[in-house]
Nanobody, 124 residues
Framework: HVQLVESGGGSVQAGGSLTLSCVASGSTWYTRYCMGWFRQIPGKEREGLATIYTPGAYTQYVDSVKGRFTISHDVAKRTLSLQMSNIESEDTATYYC?????????????????WGQGTQVTVS
């Protein structure tokens, strides 16, 4: 059973930067899997932002964050990161990481089955 725990959220000024982390733990692990970052604003649907596939570190981004956010994955440490730069007020949300075992089709529209609890990002 895999658990995901996000950290790194907080308050940040518009135009600033922030890095979120997601650590995976558990006795079960995988060799081919997709991990992603999502966010949700109260009253709105959860939005997929970026995904990364292992092996190969193939990444995909949605247009709203492309060029501003960077997803990365330290395989050995089982840690997923999201570097956020040039942050905008519209980025205020709860951010979640997710994981799923996939042979193909890793993208922000993938249906994930393992989720973290979320970390809040507030832009002032």
């Amino acid at each position: 059973h895999v658990q995901l725990v996000e950290s790194g959220g907080g308050s940040v000024q518009a135009g600033g930067s922030l890095t979120l982390s997601c650590v995976a733990s558990g006795s079960t692990w995988y060799t081919r899997y997709c991990m992603g970052w999502f966010r949700q604003i109260p009253g709105k649907e959860r939005e997929g932002l970026a995904t990364i596939y292992t092996p190969g570190a193939y990444t995909q981004y949605v247009d709203s964050v492309k060029g501003r956010f960077t997803i990365s994955h330290d395989v050995a440490k089982r840690t997923l990161s999201l570097q956020m730069s040039n942050i905008e007020s519209e980025d205020t949300a709860t951010y979640y990481c997710a994981l799923d075992v996939l042979e193909r089709g890793c993208s922000p529209t993938t249906v994930f089955h393992i989720w973290g609890q979320g970390t809040q990002v507030t832009v002032s």
